[in-house]
């Protein structure tokens, strides 16, 4: 078993503050490892960290047994991690398929085969009728939707998706957790931040509890439900199922 | 690729044509001096203005500063026939290369700084480079240039008594940049340009070298700028910064683009017959009364800017999707 994805002993200062402190953890080749904890935990500071939007203070992160500490979010993407946004980061004034496409030509020059790969994705994501609508004029959902196939569309290795179904449905909960598997089926490993336990715990091979900046465990999803500590700090703690 | 360009643009291609015919035909028949010099300015503001939508409409990153291109485009050719009796139909592509290589070294620094920051330094870099160029002594300083060159044939150094062969000399220039303009604006090139104008970070995040893709649409920018400054100095066979590099020509590019449509391809076009034609028009009839015509080349210029954002080629897309990208291919 081959680790796509190594952290180790990581640790994120902004000023006085230690976002993440001292993170150790890997992802296997073809997992889905869930990421939960509270607000505020640092959940989305260790993907900000792990696609290169900015460098840790200490530590190293280790993708495909290169060491991609200090490289630049561009260049992560182009070796191969897609990311999403907590906050979607849609381009407003293009249409769907033109921002799925900017992220089709990370791995194409030419343009037919770039828009051919977008048709698969909008596919893949059940956006096709969404096609040519301007990404300013979808819904949240939709737009978290959009971020996903735009990731999808660089061709990653691993993607990290961040709260990709806060602010869902039941119903088009069910359908993203079915596009979750539909991606790892196609090879690629996932790592997810979601603040629904149900789903997490429904969708990941394993889960990393973040608390306070810390990880308080690794473990599959029974042994994390099952164990005192996250009971306690987490889902005893008052934290919603749904996040906010 | 070429295939398709031509097929999926036929519509467009069909329009060019009429504007075209549209062009040659015009001073032909309206056979008025003033005319064809206005038609012939409008050409040269249509380069310039193409040229600085590609940093600042599709780019998104406001350059106030890009009278240096064009002040550096003119100074390329009116030194090279001045001093070198050099042609420029050779210098021309000095002139471009001179742009392009001070758009590499500024703009990896000052493309870094964001929005108003950026637009405030760029106007400061023009500003120094006039400043340089008034103190230049072998340049002509600040009383500048005539570059006139005697004897000269016509067509080897572009210095016609036919007012009307500048003008179709340069509307060959205009179509060439107009045609690159069209055939980038569905390329990877443009679309990462409207990704980084879009958002950043998103940019960065699928993969785009912002910093690298901008430093490269500055320089195709100042490249165009610069031709189109090179053939207003041989319009007019004269150069002085006073007249080139002044901010008031800096906001002229980027009124062109801004008025015409911002990141369209045809916008500059239509910026370029609209402020050109206003502006010529003021100076000549009001000119006399000191400052009035630039009051109200102002107060016409705020009033399209305030009732029609889009710029003109947003009252016309509504109709007719004209040039404007929403139109799609
Ligand atoms: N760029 C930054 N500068 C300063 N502080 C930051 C920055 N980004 C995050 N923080 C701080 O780091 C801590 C962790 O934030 P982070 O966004 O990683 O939490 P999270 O687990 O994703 O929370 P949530 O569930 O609300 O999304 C917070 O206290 C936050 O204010
Ligand atoms: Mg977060």
Not at chain 1, 72 to 76: E, P, T
């Given at each position: ?15 006085g ?22 607000n ?26 290169t060491?991609?500490?200090?490289m ?5 993407c182009q ?14 004034d ?22 051919a ?22 819904n ?66 394993r ?6 900046g ?11 439900t ?19 | ?20 015919a ?13 005319v064809w ?14 040229g ?7 780019c ?9 291109f ?13 001093k070198?009796k ?31 920051v ?73 679309y ?8 950043e ?21 100042a ?53 050109t ?32 954002p ?9 109709r007719?999707?004209?040039?404007a ?5």
């Open positions: 078993m081959d680790h796509i994805l190594v952290i180790e002993q990581v640790t994120k200062r902004f000023g503050l230690v976002a993440n402190e001292d993170i150790s953890f890997a992802v296997t080749t073809g997992e889905i490892v869930g990421v939960v904890g509270p505020g935990a640092g959940k989305t500071t260790l993907f900000n960290l792990i696609s290169g939007e900015f460098a840790p203070t200490q530590g190293t992160v280790v993708f495909c047994g060491d991609i500490t200090a630049k979010a561009h260049v992560i070796r191969g991690i897609g990311r999403t946004f907590q906050i979607p980061q849609s381009l407003d293009m249409m769907v398929y033109e921002n799925v496409l900017v992220g089709a030509l990370c791995k194409r020059k030419n343009m037919e085969e770039a828009l790969h977008v048709d698969e994705v909008l596919a893949l994501c059940g956006m096709t009728e969404l096609k040519t609508v301007y990404a300013g004029k979808l949240v959902p939709q737009k978290k939707r959009l971020e996903i196939a735009r990731a999808m569309a660089t061709d990653p290795k691993l993607l990290l998706l961040d709260e990709t179904m806060a602010g869902l449905t039941a119903t088009e909960r069910k359908d993203a957790v079915s596009l979750i598997r539909k991606i790892n089926a196609t090879g690629v490993s996932i790592l997810t931040i979601e603040h629904n336990m149900d789903v997490v715990m429904s969708v990941s091979n889960v990393v509890v973040l608390v306070s810390r990880v308080l465990l690794v473990g599959t999803p029974e042994e994390v099952s164990h005192p500590d996250v009971i306690a700090a987490y889902l005893g703690g008052g934290a919603n199922q749904d996040g906010q | 690729m070429q295939k398709n360009f031509l097929k999926t643009n036929r519509g467009w291609f069909l329009g060019l044509a009429v504007g075209v549209a062009a040659v035909l015009f001073p032909q028949v309206v056979r008025v001096r003033f010099n206005l038609l012939t300015l409008i050409l040269v503001w249509a380069i310039v203005g193409m600085w939508n590609v940093i600042g409409g599709y998104g990153q406001v350059s106030n500063g890009h009278s240096l064009y002040g550096l485009g003119a100074y390329t050719v009116g030194l090279a026939a001045y070198f050099l042609s420029p139909w050779v210098s021309i592509w000095i002139g471009v290369l001179i742009s392009m290589t001070v758009a590499f070294f500024v703009g990896k620094p000052l493309l870094r700084l964001k929005g108003h950026f637009a405030i330094s760029t106007m400061a870099l023009s500003e120094c480079a006039r400043i340089i160029f008034i103190n230049w002594k072998w340049g002509g300083g600040a009383t500048g240039v005539y570059i006139f060159t005697k004897n000269a044939n016509e067509w080897a150094f572009m210095q016609f008594k036919n007012p009307l062969n500048y003008y179709y000399l340069f509307l060959v220039f205009a179509l060439a940049v107009l045609l690159l303009i069209k055939y980038l604006d569905k390329s990877k090139f443009f990462y340009l409207r990704t980084i104008k879009g958002n970070t998103a940019a960065e995040s699928v993969g785009i070298d912002t910093a690298a893709y901008k430093l490269r649409a500055y320089m195709l920018s490249a165009i700028v610069s031709i189109g400054g090179s053939l207003y100095a041989q319009f007019i066979l004269y150069i002085d910064p006073s007249m080139l590099m002044t901010l008031n020509v800096s906001m002229m590019i980027v009124l062109t683009a801004v008025m015409g449509g911002v990141g369209t391809v045809m916008g500059p076009i239509l910026g370029a017959i609209a402020l034609t206003i502006s010529e028009y003021t100076r000549v009839y009001l000119g006399r009364f000191g400052g009035l015509d630039m009051v109200l080349y102002g107060v016409l210029v705020i009033i399209i800017v305030l009732y029609c889009g710029g003109i080629v947003s009252l016309l897309g509504r007719l999707k004209f040039g990208r929403r139109g799609k291919a």
